[in-house]
């Protein structure tokens, strides 16, 4: 029997009565309230299956309805949610979500992001199971399990448009995020009897950034004893995921590589389709299938309802309803043993059903269970995994060696802009060090070889580590200004109890 504990604890037990940890439900007859959003695209057709199918097995849900995506967006609401859907989330506390459809081009946000970020939602929650013989896979034994930071990362949304050729992004990791889901993920594996948990970075690039995430894992590893620990460089992580997921148990990752990889992961193990995620928070939670509304097979009646059915499962377990959990997965395993399934997952020859028939097929089997595949069991006495806190450390000692200034030049010879610059600076007491364009020095001794763009930073540092005041840097910009050097932004260049906290050049 398999079994998965509890994703979080912050739910209302009763309309108007809100839940501090104890999740009662389970022993009561008292109906949840839940937010249902039935989205664009598929997501009409796949909400309408899955709460048909949650009302047959009996689960106790006061539903809201609120309406988001495609029309929200048309109307305005760059979000593609508006306010008083927000007074239901953060009412109800759990949010069931069909997908939705971003308008493509500037000015709209992901939806998605939005809810995640502005309601706290930091853990991401997505099991990979392969299904064989009943669902193709190439991974009989696959069963692992990734969790994904939701709030941070590249998903920060900071983007700036810097010169004419160049754009940026940046990557934002905190040490609070990386210590509240490293944690997370680990009290996932022990609360569910996991055995390993492995950590996918690329620190070996970006050593800040993805070096804290690495260095909060092996932290925090060494209080779980019992749990294997290894962490991966992300590239060869992700390769062998690909080949060989039976080895992984439960993954922890930062926010771009956990989204990639939990598609490629969900997608070998039989479907993207069956594939649901809980995004759980301090202060709610939003269950939804991974994949999106998929416009083309609209109104066809073909769509797999499963993902998000399974994120419904996922659902009733943090609402405290395992038994109702019990029974809808059961069914639901039951029908794929007999063959009953949607286009997407049909074996060669085998005739698909369509989304109602699969529905009214789960529903046929609600007390079932099945034989080949491992039934699931959801123990009603199992505690709510508790939602780790976001700590405040004390800060440390910062000084500052110098700063780094970005800037918009169009001459493509960096000892011109070198030369430009020093005059520029004068008698300043920071001095030039050194020139980069995308992140290669390229001034002093740069190769001619590497190819530059319009945007430059130019490393101004102190004669001593540390000896760097505000006041320098302003002097130094004034300067520049009054050249007509065309400063972009400035990042300062710090370190924090003495240890560097910035990074050198390539080719420094």
């Known amino acids: 029997m398999v079994s998965e504990t509890q994703l979080g604890a912050d739910v209302e037990a009763d309309a108007g009565t809100e839940a501090t940890g ?34 047959a097995a009996g689960a106790r849900l006061a539903i809201e309805e609120v309406e988001i995506g495609e029309a929200v967006y048309a109307r305005g609401h760059s979000a593609g949610i508006e306010p008083g859907s927000w007074d239901s989330l953060r009412r109800t506390k759990v949010f069931l979500k069909a997908p939705i459809t971003t308008p493509q081009g500037g000015g709209f946000k992901s939806l998605n992001v939005t809810i995640r970020k502005s309601l706290g939602l930091f853990a991401n929650v997505r099991p990979c199971v392969a299904y064989a013989p009943f669902v193709q896979t190439r991974h009989e034994g696959m069963g692992m399990v990734i969790v994904r930071e939701n709030e941070e990362d590249l998903y920060a949304g900071i983007e700036h448009r810097q010169t004419d050729e160049v754009m940026q992004c940046l990557k934002v990791i905190s040490r609070p995020g990386c210590e509240r889901i490293v944690r997370y993920a680990f009290d996932y594996a022990r609360a569910n009897g996991r055995k390993k948990v492995t950590c996918f970075t690329k620190d070996n690039i970006m050593k800040l950034t993805d070096g804290l995430f690495h260095k909060v894992f092996d932290e925090i590893a060494v209080e779980y004893p019992e749990i294997e620990n290894e962490h991966w460089i992300v590239d060869i992580g992700a390769a062998k995921l690909a080949d060989t997921p039976e080895i992984f148990d439960v993954i922890v990752m930062p926010n771009l590589y956990g989204d990639i990889l939990s598609d490629v992961a969900a997608q070998i193990a039989g479907s993207v389709g069956l594939a649901g995620s809980a995004n759980i928070g301090e202060h709610g939670a939003m269950f939804e299938a991974i994949h999106g509304s998929a416009p083309r097979r609209a109104g066809q009646d073909v769509a797999n309802p499963s993902g998000l059915l399974l994120a419904a499962v996922m659902m ?42 699969f529905a009214t097929a789960v529903i046929e089997r609600i007390g079932t269970s099945p034989v080949t595949l491992p039934a699931v069991t959801y123990p ?3 505690p709510p995994l508790a939602i780790p806190p976001a700590l405040q450390h004390e800060p440390q000692t910062k000084t500052m060696d110098g700063v780094d200034v970005f800037l918009h030049y169009y001459d493509r010879d960096p000892a011109v802009l070198a030369e430009a610059l020093t005059a520029a600076a004068g008698d300043a007491s920071l001095k030039l060090q050194l020139i980069t364009n995308r992140g290669v020095k390229v001034w002093p001794n740069g190769l001619p070889e590497t190819f530059c763009t319009d945007h430059w930073r130019a490393r101004f540092q102190s004669a001593e580590a540390g000896a760097t005041t505000r006041s320098d840097v302003l002097d130094l910009l004034h300067r520049l200004d009054k050249a007509g050097l065309d400063f972009i932004k400035t990042e300062g260049l710090y370190r924090f109890d003495g240890e560097l906290g910035y990074s050198l050049a390539q080719g420094q």
């Open 316 to 357: 009733l377990v943090h609402i405290g309803q395992p038994d109702v959990a019990e029974r809808v997965h059961n069914a639901w395993l039951a029908t794929l043993e007999a063959g009953i399934t949607t286009y997407d997952i049909a074996s060669p020859g085998a005739t698909p059903v369509g989304t109602a028939a």
């Open 22 to 55: 104890d999740v009662t439900a389970s022993n009561s007859l008292a109906a949840v309230p839940i937010t249902v959003a039935r989205g664009d695209g598929i997501g009409p057709e796949i909400m309408d299956a899955t709460l048909r199918i949650l009302e």
């Open 380 to 382: 009603a006495d199992q």
